[in-house]
């Protein structure tokens, strides 16, 4: 039997990067964090937070930036707000208030120039040290069964290498993602030759995009130190990834369940009407309203 290969140390922190300044939701988010915009109940955030909650991670660093402190707030403890819902003896949404502040072991760090995704994510670098970790953008929901972050934890524990995760989008958007060209290993499972940011429809390696979930080596923190700003001037993620494939292996997942953008207008309307029409509460009045506002049209 060979041994000589360590085993994988299991995934237990996060990293959740809520630092950009989210010009194409503006202007709401000059006043607001585009990760607190709401979808249905909930701060878009806190679906994010739940997702690596469901992927057995407990401990969480957020990265915030200016203006951002509200993010803080949400997943505080707030004493006023708890004192008043027990004297309305409100024992629900008390306890689901408390739920929220012990989500997780939660910490935060200030990018203090928002210089991209990939910046972002190298401040998170003495927080995480020496093992895998996983990222999730903060502006992005995902759904499906099976959390995104669980499938591409499962992956690293098996091959032991960093792994993202993707999503077939139309070929004419492209332009709008990263994108990689990969070798079929197993069913949805790629293991990485290239990656290409925000390509033409003309120059893309493939339709798989990436969707702003990953599981990534801490090799990935000295290619961020070595990556130069590129497009619009930022510290790109993707450029470091490609100098990481340059050292380790990468694969990529093909993620299941949809995929939601909050930082763009109609991805934003699609979720909330998606996860509002699996709303116990409101689902099926909303399916009806919905069918009679069509017929209407
Ligand atoms: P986006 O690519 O959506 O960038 O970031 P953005 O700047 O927030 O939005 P637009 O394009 O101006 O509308 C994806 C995730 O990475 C974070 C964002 O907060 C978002 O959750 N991010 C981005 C940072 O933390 N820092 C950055 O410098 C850039």
């Given at each position: 039997?060979?041994?000589?290969?360590?085993?994988?140390?299991?995934?237990?922190?996060?990293?959740?990067?809520?630092?950009?300044?989210?010009?194409?939701?503006?202007?709401?988010?000059?006043?607001?964090?585009?990760?607190?915009?709401?979808?249905?109940?909930?701060?878009?955030?806190?679906?994010?937070?739940?997702?690596?909650?469901?992927?057995?991670?407990?401990?969480?660093?957020?990265?915030?930036?200016?203006?951002?402190?509200?993010?803080?707030?949400?997943?505080?403890?707030?004493?006023?707000?708890?004192?008043?819902?027990?004297?309305?003896?409100?024992?629900?949404?008390?306890?689901?208030?408390?739920?929220?502040?012990?989500?997780?072991?939660?910490?935060?760090?200030?990018?203090?120039?928002?210089?991209?995704?990939?910046?972002?994510?190298?401040?998170?670098?003495k927080h995480i040290g020496e093992n895998a970790f996983a990222?999730?953008?903060?502006?992005?929901?995902?759904?499906?069964?099976?959390?995104?972050?669980?499938?591409?934890?499962?992956?690293?524990?098996?091959?032991?290498?960093?792994?993202?995760?993707?999503?077939?989008?139309?070929?004419?958007?492209?332009?709008?993602?990263?994108?990689?060209?990969?070798?079929?290993?197993?069913?949805?499972?790629?293991?990485?030759?290239?990656?290409?940011?925000?390509?033409?429809?003309?120059?893309?390696?493939?339709?798989?995009?990436?969707?702003?979930?990953?599981?990534?080596?801490?090799?990935?923190?000295?290619?961020?130190?070595?990556?130069?700003?590129?497009?619009?001037?930022?510290?790109?993620?993707?450029?470091?990834?490609?100098?990481?494939?340059?050292?380790?292996?990468?694969?990529?997942?093909?993620?299941?369940?949809?995929?939601?953008?909050?930082?763009?207008?109609?991805?934003?309307?699609?979720?909330?009407?998606?996860?509002?029409?699996?709303?116990?509460?409101?689902?099926?009045?909303?399916?009806?309203?919905?069918?009679?506002?069509?017929?209407?049209?």
């Open positions: 039997m060979d041994n000589s290969k360590p085993a994988n140390k299991r995934i237990t922190k996060a990293v959740i990067p809520a630092a950009g300044l989210g010009t194409r939701f503006l202007p709401i988010t000059k006043s607001q964090p585009k990760e607190m915009v709401p979808v249905v109940d909930k701060p878009t955030i806190q679906y994010v937070v739940e997702e690596a909650v469901a992927s057995g991670i407990d401990d969480i660093l957020i990265i915030t930036g200016r203006g951002k402190r509200a993010i803080e707030d949400h997943f505080d403890r707030s004493f006023e707000l708890e004192a008043e819902l027990k004297k309305k003896n409100d024992h629900a949404l008390l306890a689901e208030l408390e739920t929220i502040a012990e989500l997780a072991d939660i910490h935060y760090i200030r990018q203090k120039v928002a210089a991209g995704l990939g910046h972002a994510v190298l401040c998170a670098k990222v999730l953008l903060g502006d992005i929901i995902t759904l499906s069964d099976s959390p995104c972050t669980k499938d591409l934890i499962g992956i690293y524990e098996r091959y032991g290498a960093s792994v993202i995760a993707v999503q077939p989008v139309p070929i004419e958007d492209v332009r709008r993602y990263g994108v990689i060209k990969g070798e079929q290993v197993d069913d949805g499972l790629y293991r990485i030759v290239d990656l290409v940011e925000k390509p033409t429809p003309e120059k893309a390696p493939s339709n798989l995009a990436v969707l702003g979930r990953y599981v990534l080596t801490p090799a990935i923190f000295d290619c961020l130190e070595q990556t130069k700003p590129g497009l619009g001037g930022e510290i790109q993620l993707t450029d470091a990834l490609r100098l990481l494939l340059e050292r380790e292996e990468m694969y990529a997942l093909e993620a299941t369940g949809p995929r939601y953008d909050i930082g763009n207008k109609l991805s934003w309307i699609k979720a909330t009407v998606e996860l509002a029409l699996m709303n116990e509460e409101m689902g099926e009045e909303l399916r009806v309203y919905l069918q009679e506002l069509l017929r209407n049209k």
